[in-house]
Each structure stands twice: as structure tokens, then as C-alpha cells.
């Protein structure tokens, strides 16, 4: 288990050494237990928590920042200011007009769009805002994102491979899932620059291999994965209409609509599945965020 560190009220924060070491603590200690030797491992797979972050500077790799936790609730003030705006409920009706128009359901999430401290989009917001390392860094090309899937296999290919899949891009809520790429007009809006973004691979691809001195021998990284897709797959809920519900950290009910996205104005919001060669998968999610704290809550009553 890697320690959340909390250095402020309501910040949540993970040290990225310390999720790096335990990472490949945990591979080696699996193989070991196995019986078997790392040359015999023919490939990997990673399967990550969604929305937690970092940025790092291009060329030193050095982050910014520690990973900021999707539970984070420093951009709350940002959030709520946003939320309360005029420029948003002008967006509101302008997408509210266009859905009208056309029925095409790509306007009618903006239509009722409203943020929140889970989504990614505002805390980068925040990074942006908050950290002129990072600011100055992204103004010349020399900032780069990532969710926690794309740093380590940044980390593990020595910086060689810098990508996400599908499924971890469509979770942070900056990426547009009816178009299948980073938001533009989400990014102008919050003054978050474009350059930042990793490019966006199928979830099964080769993605390189782990460079040899990490476990002795090249290991091809053949996927990546968000947690709640991956959860998806695993319970093999491949058919539209099949459901499955995550009690973690966080609860969260998924149902597979196939090849059709569906966007709803009862809180449930359209993420990509998976993509594996010419085939997307899509889901629809309700989450709620503090189940896990409740768990523990319970359990030490």
C-alpha cells in the first residue's frame, strides 16, 4: 500500500519515488512467488488508478510536484468559482441550443457541464496557476503530464515512451471521448496548455519494453489500463448492458453501452472502455467518492 500524504487540509498527495520503488518491489517480490525468473515473463500489463498526477520538466524528468490524488481537494475554491459563473451557464445554453438542433449527444454533456474537485481538468488548473516551475516549463514545450500509468511507463523505458491509452485519457475529464482526443476548447478555457498531453495509444499496444537494468532483461509493456475499465474487463462484461460495481476507495457503477456512448443528466458521465485495435468500448459511470473512508470507518467502530 503506498502512504497518501496529506501536507495540507485537503490536499492528498503520493510521493513518486515512493509508488516507483514499491511498483517494482511488487513485480519482483510476484515473479519470485511464482517460481519463476524475470526472462520468463512475457510481457506487461499495467493497471493503474485513475485521475492521480504529476508533471515533470521534458528533458531532466524531474516532477514538479508529488502525484496529486483524485480524492485532492485543493481546487475546490477554483471549482466553485467556476461553477458559480456566468461563462459557464452561457455555455450551458449555447450547447443546450446546439443539442436542440441537432440531437447529437456530443453537446449534451456540455450542456449541463459542471466541475468538480475529482476532475483532473481543475487541479491542472490549479498546477498552472500555483507552480511557476511548471508554468514556465509548459510556456517553452518542456512540461509534460501524465496520469500514473504514463509516468511509469515513462520511468520503466528511461523516458524513451511517453503515451496513455484510451481508458486512462477518457477518466481525467480533459479528454473528449465523442471525438477521441484532448479538449481544445476544455484546455483554453482553463488556460491549460495543449503541449502537455501525452499521445493517446490503443489499450492493448506494444508500448516498448522496460528498459533492462530495471529487472535484468527487456520486458515489452503490452497494455495500460485504468483501474475501473480494467475491472470491467477482468469480470468480463463485455456485452452492452452488463454492470459491474468496484467497492474500494471509492464506489463505482459501471455498465458497458457497447459501441454507442451515452451521456445522462443524473450524474452519470460517458468514459471510454477500452479500445483494442479497431474496437472502442464504452461505459457509463456513477461514483461516489468516500465509500472506502466509510469502510474503514465501520470496520474500526
Same mark, same amino acid.
Given at each position: 500500500?503506498?502512504?497518501?500524504?496529506?501536507?495540507?487540509?485537503?490536499?492528498?498527495?503520493?510521493?513518486?519515488?515512493?509508488?516507483?520503488?514499491?511498483?517494482?518491489?511488487?513485480?519482483? @517480490?510476484?515473479? +519470485?512467488?511464482?517460481?519463476?525468473?524475470?526472462?520468463?515473463?512475457?510481457?506487461?500489463?499495467?493497471? !493503474?488508478?485513475?485521475?492521480?498526477? *504529476?508533471? #515533470?520538466?521534458?528533458?531532466?524528468?524531474?516532477?514538479?510536484?508529488?502525484?496529486?490524488?483524485?480524492?485532492?481537494?485543493?481546487?475546490?475554491?477554483?471549482? &466553485?468559482?467556476? &461553477?458559480? %459563473?456566468?461563462?459557464?451557464?452561457?455555455?450551458?445554453?449555447? =450547447?443546450?441550443?446546439?443539442?436542440?438542433?441537432?440531437?447529437?449527444?456530443?453537446?449534451?454533456?456540455?450542456? =449541463?457541464? !459542471? =466541475?468538480? !474537485? +475529482?476532475? !483532473?481538468?481543475?487541479?491542472?488548473? #490549479?498546477?498552472?496557476? &500555483?507552480?511557476? @516551475?511548471?508554468?514556465?516549463?509548459?510556456?517553452?514545450?518542456?512540461?509534460?503530464?501524465?496520469?500514473?500509468?504514463?509516468?511509469?511507463?515513462?520511468?520503466?523505458?528511461?523516458?524513451?515512451?511517453?503515451?496513455?491509452?484510451?481508458?486512462?485519457?477518457?477518466?481525467?475529464?480533459?479528454? /473528449?471521448?465523442?471525438?477521441?482526443?484532448? %479538449?481544445?476548447?476544455?484546455?483554453?478555457?482553463?488556460?491549460?496548455?495543449?503541449?502537455?498531453?501525452?499521445?493517446?495509444?490503443?489499450?492493448?499496444?506494444?508500448?516498448? %519494453?522496460?528498459?533492462? /537494468? *530495471?529487472?535484468?532483461?527487456?520486458?515489452?509493456?503490452?497494455?495500460?489500463?485504468?483501474?475501473? +475499465?480494467?475491472?470491467?474487463?477482468?469480470?468480463?462484461?463485455?456485452?452492452?448492458?452488463?454492470?459491474?460495481?468496484?467497492?474500494?476507495?471509492?464506489?463505482? #457503477?459501471?455498465?458497458?453501452?457497447?459501441?454507442?456512448?451515452?451521456?445522462?443528466?443524473?450524474?452519470?458521465?460517458?468514459?471510454?472502455?477500452?479500445?483494442?485495435?479497431?474496437?472502442?468500448?464504452?461505459?457509463? @459511470?456513477?461514483?461516489? %467518492?468516500?465509500?472506502?473512508?466509510?469502510?474503514?470507518?465501520?470496520?474500526?467502530?
Amino acid at each position: 500500500q503506498v502512504e497518501s500524504l496529506y501536507p495540507r487540509p485537503g490536499w492528498v498527495e503520493l510521493d513518486p519515488e515512493v509508488l516507483w520503488s514499491q511498483f517494482i518491489g511488487v513485480i519482483k @517480490e510476484a515473479v +519470485q512467488a511464482a517460481g519463476l525468473h524475470m526472462r520468463q515473463v512475457a510481457g506487461l500489463g499495467i493497471s !493503474t488508478q485513475r485521475g492521480t498526477f *504529476i508533471t #515533470w520538466h521534458k528533458r531532466t524528468g524531474k516532477p514538479f510536484h508529488n502525484f496529486i490524488s483524485w480524492q485532492d481537494l485543493r481546487s475546490a475554491e477554483l471549482v &466553485n468559482s467556476w &461553477n458559480r %459563473s456566468l461563462l459557464l451557464k452561457v455555455i450551458h445554453v449555447i =450547447f443546450t441550443v446546439l443539442h436542440f438542433l441537432t440531437g447529437n449527444d456530443r453537446y449534451l454533456a456540455p450542456s =449541463f457541464l !459542471t =466541475f468538480s !474537485t +475529482q476532475q !483532473t481538468s481543475m487541479k491542472l488548473s #490549479w498546477v498552472f496557476k &500555483n507552480i511557476p @516551475e511548471a508554468d514556465e516549463a509548459a510556456k517553452k514545450n518542456n512540461c509534460c503530464f501524465g496520469t500514473i500509468d504514463t509516468w511509469l511507463l515513462y520511468r520503466l523505458t528511461k523516458g524513451s515512451v511517453y503515451a496513455t491509452d484510451y481508458s486512462n485519457a477518457s477518466s481525467t475529464g480533459v479528454f /473528449e471521448p465523442f471525438m477521441k482526443h484532448w %479538449s481544445p476548447a476544455l484546455c483554453n478555457l482553463l488556460s491549460i496548455p495543449m503541449s502537455i498531453y501525452p499521445p493517446v495509444k490503443d489499450t492493448s499496444f506494444n508500448f516498448g %519494453s522496460a528498459d533492462s /537494468e *530495471i529487472f535484468g532483461v527487456p520486458i515489452p509493456i503490452m497494455a495500460l489500463v485504468a483501474d475501473q +475499465q480494467s475491472a470491467m474487463f477482468g469480470e468480463c462484461c463485455f456485452h452492452p448492458g452488463d454492470v459491474k460495481l468496484t467497492m474500494g476507495t471509492g464506489g463505482f #457503477w459501471n455498465v458497458n453501452t457497447g459501441g454507442n456512448l451515452f451521456a445522462s443528466q443524473r450524474g452519470l458521465y460517458p468514459l471510454i472502455g477500452w479500445k483494442i485495435g479497431e474496437e472502442i468500448i464504452y461505459l457509463t @459511470e456513477g461514483c461516489m %467518492s468516500d465509500i472506502g473512508t466509510a469502510i474503514k470507518w465501520a470496520q474500526d467502530i
